[in-house]
């Protein structure tokens, strides 16, 4: 998480929560490498999509 500056890593907010980078749902694994900090907002907009699929509905 150090490497994110403990900031959102999609926005400029502070992360307050860990976003699963291909969710769990989705076959992603929970383990670090799988984990990004994000805050409440993105996350919870987020949701169970994958990146590409969240990019598409923003
Ligand atoms: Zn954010």
Redesign the pocket.
């Known amino acids: 998480m150090r490497r994110w500056g403990y ?7 502070r ?1 307050t929560h860990l976003d699963h980078v291909i969710p769990l749902s989705k076959g992603g694994e929970d383990v670090e490498s799988n984990m990004v900090p ?6 919870l ?1 987020k949701g169970a999509k994958t990146l590409a699929e969240w990019a598409l509905s923003r």
């Open positions: 900031g959102c890593a999609y926005c400029p907010e992360a994000a805050c409440q907002r993105c996350n907009s």
